[in-house]
């Protein structure tokens, strides 16, 4: 080895501790556990904070997610079918014609009042998803103020409060805008009485100003609101709380009977008995699992098992919508009631499995919800053709059969433009058309039913029919029904023609048009119309303005007999120069249908304006001496 080459070597080094040293300098250096333990330390710490800010501030907390929730719905799951289908359609009826007290565009005619009395107006003014949006959010505020404001407070109402957030996202995913609305009054109520300023504690009187209109509101908005309403008070009756039971239930039971009484309306509404003992056996679990001391809460619950228990027993109107007050306050009171619990202890994994239960079954329902009541896109997209046919085909002067949809998006695409032979009620619907449900629809017996209702055409959807319509749309599809003939159709729709449909009207009379809110007649001549509307006090006779005409008046050679000496015997006399209705005797089929009494030839508008005295009637003595039994030939079918 030469000198240079020893000394170049010396100077390099030995070659493979130079490799460490260079790997040494170029890697990272290790972590130091305790520093990475001080940052978990303080992201522990952050969240924790946050936390207990969120602990402190329950009612913000609430009401921002519930804001963030209902948008999130607005942008993603608020389609057109379902419960909204129907809002959307009493929401532009009530904005089309505000002063209508019947909407003839759905089963021959329902009084908007029989729906809701105030929230088809508000819908129109905010927009339906827009009262939602307000509705929920608002809720989700009262109902964290009175778990964090009322008296016995819950020792944790943050977490009950975000219970309530998801009970009311899971009823703005079912379309349930009208309840929502409901409930917010409902819940308004039940923060005035629960959630009273000590200081104002004497002022009685200003409670129960507060909560009664706000009861009163929420079954004006929603009865089946106004019904959970006296749930709470009846549990305040039953442990001796009467101010705040007759604040809660007085005004509700004043709405329900005044609505009764001057829009009158009968229906059943189903219930089965897998839709009965869900909520029925959690109502139960409330009543065992919360707190003793809870008295209200617990008598509430059996009022309201035994309620569910009466509703499935005994048909009525309200039928499955008693489920929705479980399903919405269930697992608020469940997490409320948990910090009352010894951790980790039977009662404790109790009340968790319940809680676990309640949020499966609403989580599923509401799912189920928006998958059966999405709507085919071809509804928006699509229509235009099929209403151009019914428009050239004039069928504005009948009604038009629309196979229920799933979606019931046909509940508020069509009434712009035709009246429906059905609608979206299923009380109406159960009630008006029962062959659709009892195993009894035929080739004739369907036959019969299109002439009961003047229909004149029978439009089928593709999109998959509701359970009303299941059985209809196979008889129509499959049947080659005779008195039936396609006369158009395409990927989306298929359009038949009745043959030789019954007339709206019988009698010497002809249909000018039937629209939403008035239905005009052509008389030939004087004599009496049997008008194929059901009856309602509120149906009178209006000009071409739209005014409504005067009812017939007594004769002043009348009022002379009867207020001379010792009065007459003779019955009264009336002029009826512009007409006037009258109740028609039951038919055959049971009907209670509308009679229009016309002095003479020419045209009458058959509407029903919100005025007092109701309608056009005719005076009894105008109707009974001289008219006698009425005859209106049955149709006669080869």
Known sequence: MTTAEQQGRSQAGPPSDSAADGARAAAPAAPDPGIGRAGAGRAGRAGRRVLDRARRHPVAVATVLAGALHVLWFFSFAN??????????????????????????????????????????????????????????????????????????????????????????????????????????????????????????????????????????????????????????????????????????????????????????SGTQPMRLGSAWLPFFFALLILFLVPKGWKTVRVASAVYALGTFVTWAVDSQVGSNVTRLVMLFGGAVLLAALPYRVPRTRPWYAVLLAFAGITVWITTNSVTDIIRTTPLA????????LVDQLQKAGADRGRVEVVPASSHRESSAFPSYVNLARGWNRQADLERNPLFYDDTLTADTYRDWLDRWAVHYVVLPADKPDEGGRDEAKLVRESDLPYLQQVWGDANWQLFKVQDPTDLVAGPA????????????????????????????????VDGAGKPVEPP????????????????????????????????????SGDVWTELLAPGPGE???????????????????????????????????
């Open 378 to 385: 071809a509804w928006n997209r699509e229509l235009a053709p």
């Open 80 to 265: 057109s079918g379902g419960d909204l289908a129907a809002q959307d359609a009493w929401a532009e009826f009530v904005g089309r014609h505000p002063d209508s007290a019947y909407n003839l565009a759905w089963y021959g005619g329902m009084h908007p009042v029989s729906y809701s009395v105030v929230s088809p107006y508000l819908m129109h003014v905010l927009g339906v998803r827009t009262t939602m949006m307000v509705a929920g959010t608002v809720s989700a505020a009262l109902l964290a103020l009175v778990l964090t404001r009322c008296r016995g407070a819950v020792r944790e109402p943050l977490w009950p409060a975000l219970a309530g957030v998801y009970g009311l996202f899971c009823n703005a995913l079912s379309g349930r805008v009208t309840f929502g609305l409901g409930v917010m009054f409902a819940l308004g109520a039940v923060a005035a009485v629960f959630c009273w300023p000590r200081k104002w504690s004497r002022r009685r009187w200003a409670k129960a100003a507060v909560a009664a209109p706000l009861a009163g509101l929420a079954t004006a908005s929603s009865p089946v609101a106004g019904l959970f309403l006296g749930v709470v008070a009846a549990a305040l009756f039953l442990t001796r709380r009467r101010p705040g039971a007759y604040a809660l239930g007085l005004a509700p039971v004043a709405v329900v009977g005044l609505s009764a009484w001057l829009f009158p309306f």
């Open 553 to 588: 008046q007594e004769t002043f050679a009348s009022k002379a007999r009867s207020g001379g000496e010792g009065g007459s015997t003779l019955p009264k006399e009336y002029a009826n120069t512009a007409g006037c209705l009258f109740k028609a005797a039951p038919d055959a």
């Open 510 to 541: 002809t249909v000018v048009r039937a629209g939403a809110d008035q239905l005009v007649v052509n008389v030939r001549r004087a004599g009496r119309v049997l008008v194929r509307i059901p009856h309602s006090p509120w149906l009178g006779l």
């Open 604 to 638: 009458y508008r058959v509407a029903a304006k919100y005025q007092l005295p109701r309608g056009t009637p005719c005076p009894e003595e105008l109707v009974q001496p001289k008219l006698g039994t009425p005859v209106f030939p049955d149709p006669v079918r080869p």
